[in-house]
C-alpha cells in the first residue's frame, strides 16, 4: 500500500518536472483571425517612408524593421490578431497588423513572437488570403498549403482566397460594418447561398481536390477603400494559378459543379409593346452529370433542374403572371440564360485554360470505371476536346403576392 | 483493509455482555439496582409495593422518568396490581405457582407484556421507555410496555420536499417510521424483524422488506453485516451506513436514506429492504445503485412525460456539476480553438486583467461558493439567506470589478452550484461536490485530456463499485439481461408499461401488474384506434 502511495506520488510529480507545459492562458494567445501570404518584393527605396502616412503608421503598427535583401526572405506575411482592448472600448484599433518576411510559414510565425508578447495561435483563424503572385510560382503555394493542412491548428474549415494583388492590401482594410477583418470576411464566405458568385473557398474541400487532381477554384477577393469583395474565383491547374474567371462565370460553374445554389437571375421578357425586367429567385437546384454513350466521343450531359420564385414583374391590372403562358415564356428565359452562360464558361475552361474544374472527371471515375482508366492518364489532353451539353429545366413555382 | 477486517473479520474478543440472573428475593434485585447496575442515575424511578390480600407479596416496578406514559403505569399497572388484584381470591396453591400468569393475564390490563430472564436484557428495555415489575420470589422480570416519551411530531420532510406528493416523513421515533411505512403496505408479506445495533447505545433497527420479494442472499448479508458492527453507538442511519456499507474507502454513497416514508414504501415494493433506524428520520435503504439517486419520489406522482423530461435534465445536471469548472480552466488553458471565436475573443477581453491562471481563477470562486454554503448550513434561518445574497450577488461582482476573476467564471461557479442542488439525494451531491475539485485538478494539468483521464477513472471505480452484490451502475452496465430495468432510468415510463420488478427482485417475482390488467388496457388502446 505505501509502496503503491509513494510510486503514485513519483508519477504525479513527473508530470510537474517537464518544462514542456502546454497550458497557456486564454488571455495570453494571440488569436491570428487572418493571415495573409505574399511573395516577399524588394520595396522601392524610399517608398516605406512615403507610402504610410502618420495616422496609418500608427494605425497599422507594422514594419518594425525594415526587412533587407537577404536569399532567406521568400514570403512576407501578414498577421491580423483582434485587438482585445477594442473588444472591451478601450482602444481605437480593432485589429493589429503584423508585417514579416521569412524563408516559411513556420519560421516567421517563431520569429513573429519576438515581436509580440504573446503566443501566436492559430486555432481561430478564419480566412487565408494568398496574393496573387504566390498562386502564380508553382512551388510556393505548394509549399504554403502544406504547411497550412499540417498545422494541427488550423480547421480544415477556415476560408481561402486568392487577391489579385496583394494579400496584405486586402487585410489592411477595415471593412465599416464590422472592423474585425478576418470575421469579416468569414461571413462573406458564409453569405454564398445568396449569391453563388464565388467558386469553392472551403480549405478543406480545396484540398480535397488538390490532392486528387491538382486542379480547383478558389475564390478572389478584392479590396475596396472600406470593404472587402469576394467575387469571381481564380482557377487553378497543376498547383498554380493560371487565370480568373468573373463573376458571372463563377456563377455557372458553381451551378455545373453543384456546389452552390443557383441564386437570383434577371432576364428580360418582352411584352406586347415592351420589355419588362424580371429577376427570379431560383431557390431549388438539382444538378447531375450523364454519359452519352450512343456516341463514340465523350460526350457528357450536365442535366439542371431548377424551381424559381418570380420577384418582380410590372405594376399593370391587366397581365397576370398567373397565366400558365407568360411562365411558360419566363421559364424559357430562365433556362436560355442559364444555358449560355455556362455553355460560355465551359468553353473558356475548355478552350483557354484547359482545366476540368467541373468535376467531369470526378464523376467519370466514380460512375464510369470501365472508361475512367482509359483516360486518366492524360485527362488534360483529352478534356479539351469532350463535349460538354447542358440541359436546364425551369418550374416557376411561385410569383410572389398578388392583388 | 486492516479496519475492514477488525469490523467484519472473525472476532476475536469475548463476548463482553454478561448474562446475570435476577436473584429471587426482591430485596436483592433492588439493591442490585439501586446501589451497583444504577447508582447515580437519578432519572430512575422505583415504586415499591404489596400485592394480595394480605399483603403476602411484595413487587416493585422501576422505569426511567421521562420515558414512559406515568398515565398508564397508574391506571393499568399500579391500580390493576394494588387494587384490583386484591378483589379477586385466588386459591393459595394457585397463587404459589402461578402468581405471574395470574398477574400477566388476569391482572394487568397492559396490551404489551413480556418476560426477560436476565437483568442485562431488563435494563434494556426499562431504558428503551419499558416498565420493569419485579416480585418477590419469581426469577424472571416482567416487562410492562409503557413507551411514552416527548416526540417530535409528523412533519414534512426537509431534505426531500415534492410539489405533489405526501407530506408525511419521518420521525426520530423509529416505531412512528415503521407504522409509516406499515400504512403504506398492507400486506402481511411485510416483515419487520429488529435488531439492536451498538453496544451502549442499544439502539433498535428494524429491518423491512417483502418476504416473497426480497432476496434471500440479501437479507443473509444484512444479517451479518448487522451483527457485526461492533461500536459503542449509532446515533444516526449515516454511522450505521458507514459501517455496513461495501466500500467506505469510495466517495460514492452505497446506500440511500430517505425521510420519505414513500419512497420506502417504494422500495420495499421493488424487493429492496429499508432500515428504520431508532433517533433519526433518515432511514437506510439496500441496495443502492446510481440510479437510484437519481430518483425523486415526485418522478412517480407527476406525469410520466414531465418526469421523463426531468429526469434527463437531471442527469444533465450531474454533467454540468461535475464538470463545468474543469471544462473552464481545460479549455481556457489549453484549447481555446474548442469555443466559438467570439467567444474566445470576449473571454480574452474579460481575461486580460485577471492575475491569476484559470487554475487559480476556479479554486478562488469554487472555495468561495463551499465556504458561502457550509456557511449557510450554520447560519440560523434569517441570517442565511442574508448571506447568500451578499456572498452570491456582492461578492461575485465585486471580485470581477477588483479584477480577480473573470465574470464568464463567477456564471460557471453559479451554475455549477445550482445544478449540483438539482441532484435530488444529497448523499450524492456532495460526493460529486468533491469529485469536481478533483476534476479540476486534473483539467489544471493536462486540460481536457486530464479531464477524460479522471473521467475514465471515476468510471472504472463506479464500475467495480457493489452495494450488497448489485452493480452500482446497473441498469446501465450489462443490461442485456435486465434490459426492461431500463425504463425507469434517464427515462420514466408511464407505469403501465413498468410491469416487472428490477434487478433486486428474484427472478420468479418480476411481474408486477396482474396480466388482466395488461390485456385489458392493450383492448382499450385498440379500441381508440
Known amino acids: 500500500m505505501k509502496k503503491h502511495m509513494i510510486l503514485l506520488a513519483l508519477l504525479m510529480m513527473t508530470s510537474a518536472f517537464t518544462g514542456c507545459w502546454d497550458a497557456i492562458e486564454i488571455d495570453q494567445r494571440g488569436y491570428v483571425m487572418s493571415l495573409g501570404i505574399d511573395k516577399y518584393e524588394i520595396p522601392p527605396p524610399g517608398k516605406s517612408e512615403e507610402g504610410n502616412s502618420p495616422e496609418e503608421e500608427a494605425a497599422v503598427p507594422t514594419m518594425a524593421h525594415i526587412p533587407e535583401d537577404n536569399p532567406r526572405n521568400r514570403f512576407s506575411f501578414t498577421y491580423v490578431i483582434p485587438n482585445v482592448e477594442f473588444l472591451v472600448g478601450e482602444s481605437e484599433n480593432p485589429n493589429i497588423l503584423y508585417n514579416t518576411v521569412g524563408e516559411n510559414l513556420y519560421s516567421a510565425s517563431r520569429i513573429l513572437t519576438t515581436r509580440i508578447n504573446k503566443q501566436v495561435f492559430f486555432g481561430h483563424m478564419k480566412v487565408l488570403v494568398i496574393g496573387e503572385t504566390v498562386a502564380r510560382d508553382p512551388d510556393m503555394l505548394r509549399e504554403v498549403l502544406d504547411a497550412i493542412e499540417r498545422d494541427q491548428f488550423i480547421s480544415r474549415r477556415i476560408s481561402v482566397a486568392i487577391a489579385p494583388d496583394t494579400a496584405r492590401g486586402v487585410l489592411e482594410v477595415e471593412p465599416l460594418i464590422n472592423p474585425m477583418t478576418g470575421q469579416f470576411m468569414a461571413d462573406l464566405f458564409r453569405n454564398k447561398d445568396r449569391s453563388p458568385r464565388s467558386g469553392g473557398g472551403i480549405m478543406g474541400d480545396v484540398f480535397e481536390e488538390l490532392h486528387r487532381w491538382g486542379n480547383t477554384v478558389i475564390p478572389r477577393v478584392i479590396p475596396g477603400e472600406e470593404d472587402i469583395k469576394v467575387a469571381g474565383s481564380a482557377v487553378i491547374k497543376n498547383y498554380r494559378l493560371i487565370g480568373w474567371l468573373g463573376e458571372v462565370e463563377t456563377r455557372a460553374l458553381e451551378i455545373i459543379r453543384g456546389t452552390a445554389r443557383p441564386g437570383g437571375l434577371t432576364v428580360k421578357h418582352q411584352g406586347k409593346d415592351e420589355e419588362h425586367i424580371v429577376p427570379i429567385d431560383l431557390i431549388y437546384l438539382s444538378s447531375e452529370f450523364k454519359l452519352d454513350k450512343t456516341s463514340d466521343k465523350i460526350r457528357v450531359i450536365k442535366e439542371v433542374k431548377t424551381t424559381g420564385e418570380v420577384k418582380q414583374f410590372i405594376l399593370d391590372p391587366h397581365q397576370d403572371l398567373m397565366e400558365p403562358q407568360l411562365i411558360r415564356e419566363l421559364e424559357a428565359l430562365v433556362c436560355e440564360k442559364i444555358k449560355k452562360e455556362m455553355k460560355e464558361t465551359i468553353r473558356k475552361l475548355q478552350e483557354e485554360f484547359q482545366v476540368d474544374v467541373l468535376g467531369v472527371d470526378h464523376y467519370l471515375s466514380k460512375y464510369h470505371p470501365k472508361l475512367w482508366p482509359e483516360v486518366e492518364e492524360d485527362w488534360d489532353e483529352v478534356f479539351p476536346h469532350i463535349e460538354i451539353n447542358v440541359d436546364v429545366e425551369t418550374k416557376i413555382r411561385r410569383v410572389g403576392l398578388t392583388k | ?529
Open chain 2, 1 to 529: 483493509m486492516k479496519f475492514w477486517k477488525k469490523l467484519f473479520g472473525k472476532k476475536e474478543s469475548k463476548k463482553e455482555q454478561q448474562d446475570t440472573k435476577p436473584y429471587k428475593s426482591l430485596e436483592k434485585n433492588l439493591k442490585l439496582f439501586k446501589e451497583e447496575l444504577l447508582k447515580d442515575c437519578d432519572d430512575v424511578v422505583y415504586r415499591e409495593f404489596t400485592v394480595g390480600k394480605n399483603d403476602a407479596y411484595k413487587a416493585a416496578v422501576v422505569w426511567i422518568d421521562g420515558l414512559v406514559d406515568k398515565a398508564l403505569i397508574n391506571n393499568f399497572v399500579m391500580e390493576s396490581m394494588m387494587i384490583d388484584a386484591r378483589l379477586v381470591e385466588p386459591k393459595p396453591s394457585a397463587l404459589k405457582d402461578n402468581l405471574v400468569d395470574l398477574l400477566k393475564n388476569k391482572t394487568l390490563a397492559v396490551s404489551e407484556i413480556g418476560e426477560v430472564d436476565t437483568i442485562e436484557d431488563a435494563l434494556v428495555n426499562v431504558f428503551s421507555g419499558e416498565t420493569a415489575l419485579l416480585i418477590d420470589g419469581y426469577e424472571k422480570i416482567i416487562i410492562v410496555n409503557s413507551r411514552g416519551w416527548e416526540s417530535r411530531g409528523i412533519s414534512e420532510p426537509e431534505t426531500e420536499a415534492v410539489i405533489r406528493g405526501p407530506r408525511d416523513g419521518f420521525t426520530e421515533t423509529m416505531r412512528f417510521n415503521t407504522s409509516l411505512i406499515r400504512r403504506r403496505i398492507r400486506d402481511h408479506r411485510l416483515k419487520v424483524k429488529n435488531y439492536r445495533v451498538g453496544k451502549r447505545s442499544q439502539t433498535d433497527i428494524a429491518v423491512m422488506y417483502m418476504e416473497d420479494i426480497a432476496n434471500k442472499k440479501l437479507l443473509q448479508e444484512l444479517d451479518i453485516r448487522l451483527n457485526n458492527v461492533d461500536v459503542d453507538a449509532i446515533l444516526d442511519s449515516g454511522q450505521l451506513e458507514e459501517f455496513i456499507e461495501d466500500k467506505w474507502l469510495s466517495l460514492f454513497p452505497q446506500i440511500q436514506n430517505t425521510e420519505r416514508p414513500d419512497t420506502a414504501a417504494s422500495a420495499i415494493f421493488h424487493g429492496r429492504v429499508v432500515l428504520v433506524v431508532d433517533n433519526t428520520p433518515f432511514s437506510l435503504i439496500v441496495p443502492t445503485t446510481f440510479n437510484t439517486l437519481m430518483q425523486s419520489a415526485e418522478d412517480y406522482y407527476e406525469r410520466w412525460d414531465i418526469a421523463t423530461a426531468i429526469r434527463a435534465l437531471r442527469y444533465f445536471c450531474i454533467l454540468i456539476a461535475l464538470y463545468a469548472p474543469a471544462l473552464y480552466v481545460g479549455i481556457t488553458s489549453f484549447h481555446p480553438q474548442m469555443i466559438p471565436t467570439d467567444l474566445a475573443l470576449a473571454l480574452a477581453a474579460t481575461r486580460r486583467s485577471v492575475p491569476f491562471p484559470a487554475i487559480v481563477e476556479a479554486l478562488i470562486m469554487e472555495v468561495t461558493i463551499e465556504i458561502l454554503r457550509e456557511a449557510g448550513v450554520r447560519l440560523p434561518g434569517a441570517i442565511g439567506s442574508t448571506i447568500g445574497i451578499v456572498g452570491g450577488l456582492v461578492i461575485g461582482q465585486a471580485a470581477v470589478e477588483a479584477g480577480i476573476v473573470g465574470p464568464l467564471m463567477v456564471i460557471v461557479v453559479a451554475i455549477t452550484a445550482i445544478a449540483s442542488f438539482a441532484i435530488p439525494n444529497y448523499n450524492l451531491a456532495i460526493s460529486l461536490r468533491l469529485i469536481r475539485f478533483g476534476l479540476l485538478f486534473a483539467a489544471a494539468a493536462f486540460g481536457l485530456y486530464g479531464i477524460m483521464l479522471a473521467t475514465l477513472i471515476i468510471l472504472i471505480h463506479l464500475c467495480s463499485l457493489k452495494s450488497f452484490g448489485i452493480p452500482y451502475l446497473s441498469p446501465f452496465i450489462a443490461f442485456v439481461q435486465d434490459a426492461s430495468d431500463l425504463k425507469d432510468t434517464m427515462v420514466r415510463v408511464p407505469h403501465i408499461m413498468m410491469n416487472k420488478r428490477d434487478i433486486n427482485a428474484p427472478k420468479d417475482e418480476k411481474g408486477r401488474l396482474d396480466d388482466h390488467q395488461e390485456e385489458s388496457f392493450d383492448i382499450e388502446e385498440g379500441e381508440e384506434d
